[in-house]
């Protein structure tokens, strides 16, 4: 059993960064695919960066391209969504997600993974 624990999220104006945390827990595999996901209120569940443990390979939603970072760092065991130039748009509770396999053209699909972290929130205005 993998347990997620987001941490870093809070209030910050348009233009500014944050930078939000996932440490995990309790994993078995030696690769995982790391995802952040995100959820405004009334809209759906929507992936917004992936990383695969092994090798680090990334991708992004068009969404957060060329402003958000996903990285990890594995001697802490710690996922990292660095966020820049932020959006009011951004503005949605942050969920770190996690599966034991390769991620494929599907990591933004939420059914896809096992574990989920309880979320942090993030708040842009303008």
């Known amino acids: 059993q993998v347990q997620l624990v987001e941490s870093g999220g809070g209030s910050v104006q348009a233009g500014g960064s944050l930078r939000l945390s996932c440490a995990a827990s309790?994993?078995?595999?030696?690769?995982?695919?790391l995802a952040w996901f995100r959820q405004a209120p009334g809209k759906e569940r929507e992936g917004v960066a992936s990383?695969?443990?092994?090798?680090?390979?990334?991708d992004y939603a068009d969404t957060v391209k060329g402003r958000f970072t996903i990285s990890q760092d594995n001697a802490k065991n710690t996922l990292y969504l660095q966020m820049n130039s932020l959006k009011p748009e951004d503005t949605a509770m942050y969920y770190c997600?996690?599966?034991?396999?390769?991620?494929?053209?599907?990591?933004?699909?939420?059914?896809?993974?096992?574990?989920w972290g309880q979320g942090t929130q993030v708040t842009v205005s303008s």
């Open positions: 990383i695969y443990t092994t090798g680090g390979s990334t």
């Open positions: 309790g994993h078995t595999y030696s690769s995982y695919c």
């Open positions: 997600a996690a599966r034991a396999a390769y991620c494929g053209s599907w990591w933004w699909r939420q059914s896809w993974y096992d574990y």
